[in-house]
């Protein structure tokens, strides 16, 4: 398997634009009049370098009203990496990021850089409502409330350098709020837990009863809510089938809710909940049959970490896993990269894997969690010297949902498609520049 490339991206370069921007210190409000009519952020070709684009931020706010960053997708820790300059006091910010081509990502500007990195306690209720959307960008995504305390609930700024919407085909809105409405062929239901010591929420996609035989593949895929309410997940589901590109399958989709954090750091718990629990309710009340064709497990973020940490305990119970932008460096008892030394340390486990990574996902995080970009190509390194069955990728986005929905129909695509499937297990399909 070939090397992925290693280019650094989201740097902050001087861009030509900087100069036009910091003459808008002789007038301003003129300035502002431009850009109202322009829209933002600009958008300018590099030199010398067909595969990237250079992005220039603007943002209106008063002189001392910073230090300002970016945040969201394009930067979830709202690293001081990316802090704007403000153009000599007046209520100009700007900041320039180096992007690859075909970049799609969510962001927005706070003043609270670091995720509040260096105060005794950190109120993510505040943070999140802190972010601030840029007026000059039409293009938006509105999530739904989740119903409790988490990032949803409000709208994002989306910076979309597809051909499409370059061209201006693409739709400037996309309003995830009417996501449970548009479910589809999903119930949900509770699965009670002695693992967890609770009920779990379970979104359940699968075909008539009658359909269902020991051929019927069972994917377990996490973060039921989001997957379905702001990944619009049925219906990558419904296209993998009706294109023939996978068989029928049965998906269980349990939620942590608030319990995320616990559920999703090397839970042994959580595994033996999913093992033990949520697969034999899967068997007794769905009709899946006890070693059906394929069972795969997946998720993203500490969903990811989760689903390969499963693969790892339980290849007798899980055929396959797929992570995207996975937390895979995180930290067990203190040692970083738990989970990418105990797969190169254990025996090569019967399991195929598809692991995806975003190219500007690579912040470091106060807590201490490593850069998932550079910890996923720690884990794609270690997977191949073992010869597991891998399908390694990169995309041109950051850590959020944007990318998610297309990443799992990849994912699952690879792990239940037949031999034509265009995306094969062992490759290094590869999206990055």
Same mark, same amino acid.
């Given at each position: 398997?070939?090397?992925?490339?290693?280019?650094?991206?989201?740097?902050?370069?001087?861009?030509?634009?900087?100069?036009?921007?910091?003459?808008?210190?002789?007038? $301003?409000?003129?300035?502002?009049?431009? *850009?109202?009519?322009?829209?933002?952020?600009?958008?300018?070709?590099? %030199?010398?370098?067909?595969?990237?684009?250079?992005?220039?931020? *603007?943002?209106?706010?008063?002189?001392?009203?910073?230090?300002?960053?970016?945040?969201?997708? *394009?930067?979830?820790?709202?690293?001081?990496?990316?802090?704007?300059?403000?153009?000599?006091?007046?209520?100009?910010?700007?900041?320039?990021?180096?992007?690859?081509?075909?970049? +799609?990502?969510?962001?927005?500007?706070?003043?609270?850089?670091?995720?509040?990195?260096?105060?005794?306690?950190?109120?993510?209720?505040?943070?999140?409502? %802190?972010?601030?959307?840029?007026?000059?960008?039409?293009?938006?995504?509105?999530?739904?409330?989740?119903?409790?305390?988490?990032?949803?609930? +409000?709208?994002?700024?989306?910076?979309?350098?597809?051909?499409?919407?370059?061209?201006?085909?693409?739709?400037?809105? *996309?309003?995830?709020?009417?996501?449970?409405?548009?479910?589809?062929?999903?119930?949900?239901?509770?699965?009670?837990?002695?693992?967890?010591?609770?009920?779990?929420?379970?979104?359940?996609?699968? $075909?008539? +009863?009658?359909?269902?035989?020991?051929?019927?593949?069972?994917?377990?895929?996490?973060?039921?809510?989001?997957?379905?309410?702001?990944?619009?997940?049925?219906?990558?589901?419904?296209?993998?089938?009706?294109?023939?590109?996978?068989?029928?399958?049965?998906?269980?989709?349990?939620? $942590?809710?608030?319990?995320?954090?616990?559920?999703?750091?090397?839970?042994?718990?959580?595994?033996?909940?999913?093992?033990?629990?949520?697969?034999?309710?899967?068997?007794?009340?769905?009709?899946?049959?006890?070693?059906?064709?394929?069972?795969?497990?997946?998720?993203?973020?500490?969903?990811?970490?989760?689903?390969?940490?499963?693969?790892?305990?339980? @290849?007798?119970?899980?055929?396959?896993?797929?992570?995207?932008?996975?937390?895979?460096?995180?930290?067990?008892?203190?040692?970083?990269?738990?989970?990418?030394?105990?797969?190169?340390?254990?025996?090569?486990?019967?399991?195929?894997?598809?692991?995806?990574?975003?190219?500007?996902?690579? &912040?470091?995080?106060?807590?201490?969690?490593?850069?998932?970009?550079?910890?996923?190509?720690?884990?794609?390194?270690?997977?191949?010297?073992?010869?597991?069955?891998?399908?390694?990728?990169?995309? @041109?986005?950051?850590? &959020?949902?944007?990318?998610?929905?297309?990443?799992?129909?990849?994912?699952?695509?690879?792990?239940?498609?037949?031999?034509?499937?265009?995306?094969? $297990?062992?490759? %290094?399909? &590869?999206?990055?520049?």
């Amino acid at each position: 398997m070939g090397t992925a490339p290693e280019r650094a991206w989201r740097t902050t370069p001087r861009s030509p634009r900087a100069g036009a921007i910091e003459a808008a210190s002789a007038s $301003p409000a003129r300035f502002w009049s431009d *850009v109202e009519r322009s829209g933002a952020p600009f958008v300018d070709e590099v %030199a010398d370098d067909p595969d990237a684009l250079d992005v220039t931020f *603007v943002l209106r706010a008063g002189p001392a009203s910073g230090p300002w960053t970016l945040a969201d997708g *394009v930067s979830p820790s709202a690293s001081s990496a990316f802090t704007l300059t403000n153009v000599a006091g007046t209520d100009v910010w700007y900041v320039t990021l180096r992007l690859p081509r075909g970049t +799609r990502v969510t962001y927005t500007f706070t003043t609270d850089v670091g995720l509040g990195a260096g105060r005794r306690s950190f109120d993510l209720a505040s943070h999140f409502a %802190a972010r601030v959307v840029d007026p000059y960008n039409p293009r938006t995504i509105s999530y739904p409330e989740q119903g409790i305390l988490s990032p949803w609930g +409000r709208t994002v700024s989306f910076l979309d350098l597809s051909p499409a919407a370059r061209d201006g085909g693409a739709d400037a809105r *996309v309003d995830r709020r009417d996501g449970q409405a548009a479910a589809g062929p999903v119930s949900v239901r509770e699965v009670a837990s002695a693992a967890l010591r609770r009920a779990v929420p379970v979104y359940v996609y699968a $075909p008539p +009863r009658s359909t269902i035989d020991a051929s019927t593949p069972l994917v377990v895929l996490f973060d039921g809510w989001e997957a379905v309410a702001i990944g619009s997940i049925v219906s990558v589901f419904e296209e993998l089938v009706s294109s023939g590109a996978v068989p029928p399958f049965v998906a269980v989709m349990p939620d $942590p809710r608030e319990y995320r954090a616990d559920d999703f750091n090397l839970s042994d718990a959580y595994v033996a909940f999913l093992t033990d629990e949520l697969v034999g309710w899967a068997r007794a009340e769905l009709g899946v049959a006890a070693r059906p064709s394929a069972t795969v497990v997946g998720g993203a973020s500490l969903g990811g970490l989760t689903a390969l940490y499963a693969a790892l305990r339980h @290849p007798d119970v899980f055929t396959g896993a797929i992570s995207v932008i996975g937390a895979v460096g995180a930290h067990r008892n203190g040692e970083r990269d738990w989970l990418i030394r105990h797969y190169a340390q254990s025996p090569r486990l019967p399991v195929s894997l598809y692991v995806a990574a975003g190219l500007l996902d690579d &912040d470091t995080f106060p807590g201490g969690l490593p850069a998932m970009l550079s910890a996923n190509r720690r884990l794609r390194d270690v997977l191949a010297e073992r010869g597991y069955d891998l399908t390694y990728r990169e995309f @041109p986005g950051g850590h &959020d949902w944007v990318w998610l929905p297309e990443e799992f129909g990849r994912g699952i695509a690879s792990l239940l498609g037949g031999p034509d499937r265009s995306v094969r $297990p062992g490759s %290094a399909a &590869d999206d990055g520049r």
